[in-house]
Structures are given as structure tokens and as C-alpha cells.
Nanobody
Framework: QVQLVESGGGSVQAGGSLRLSCAVS????????MGWFRQAPGKEREGVAV???????RYADSVKGRFTISQDNAENTLYLQMNSLKPEDTAMYYC?????????????????????WGQGTQVTVSS
């Protein structure tokens, strides 16, 4: 059974930083894609950043240059380092896993293929 547990959310002022963590257990696939998504009040959930087992990454235009996704395979943990935070980054942030990912394929920022989700961690950025 795959479980994803996020932590690290909180309240910060604009310009501050946070690092989100996602503890992953039960994921047995040799190839997968991991991602961070977020949902602000009244808005649809959107992809923020993804990373494949091969280390390829993609970012939403709105976070490029400010956010960094990474993974520690030894610790089975996914991270999202968020710098220069803006009020518009306020949202519930979710970790997700795309199992059986074709390493020759394309891991996009859409939710398609992401079968496993964490419960979310709230990030609030004040101006």
C-alpha cells in the first residue's frame, strides 16, 4: 500500500522560504514520477513541479527560479524548496506519485497518471 505524508507547511511572510517534505512508503516501482501540486481556495488544483526517477524535472512557469523539487531515494522522501514566496503561492500543497512511469515518456504537470496522493499541507504567505 502506497502512502504519502506531507509536512513542512506553515505561515510565512512574502519573500520568505519553506521546505515541504513528503515521506513515501510502499512504492515498489522501479520507475515513477513524483510531483507537487497545489490548490488555492476557489481554484482548481494545479501542477507545481515534477521529478522522474531519472532526475528530470519540470516546473510551472509561476514558480520557475523560486521552487526546487528534489528527492532523497535513500530516505524515500520528496522535497519542495520554496524561496521568494508570494501571497499567490498560498494554497494546500499535495504530494503525488505516478507509478509504472515509462522512463522514455513525458511526465507533465497534469494530474493524469498520478494515482497516489497525500493529505496535503497548508502554505500561507502574507503580504
Amino acid at each position: 500500500q502506497v502512502q504519502l505524508v506531507e509536512s513542512g507547511g506553515g505561515s510565512v511572510q512574502a519573500g520568505g522560504s519553506l521546505r515541504l517534505s513528503c515521506a513515501v512508503s510502499g512504492l515498489r516501482d522501479s520507475s515513477y514520477c513524483m510531483g507537487w501540486f497545489r490548490q488555492a481556495p476557489g481554484k482548481e488544483r494545479e501542477g507545481v513541479a515534477v521529478v522522474t526517477t531519472g532526475g528530470s524535472t519540470r516546473y510551472a512557469d509561476s514558480v520557475k527560479g523560486r521552487f526546487t523539487i528534489s528527492q532523497d531515494n535513500a530516505e524515500n522522501t520528496l522535497y519542495l524548496q520554496m524561496n521568494s514566496l508570494k501571497p499567490e503561492d498560498t494554497a494546500m500543497y499535495y504530494c503525488a506519485a505516478y507509478p509504472n512511469f515509462n522512463p522514455r515518456g513525458y511526465c507533465s504537470l497534469s494530474e493524469a497518471g498520478f494515482d497516489y496522493w497525500g493529505q496535503g499541507t497548508q502554505v500561507t504567505v502574507s503580504s
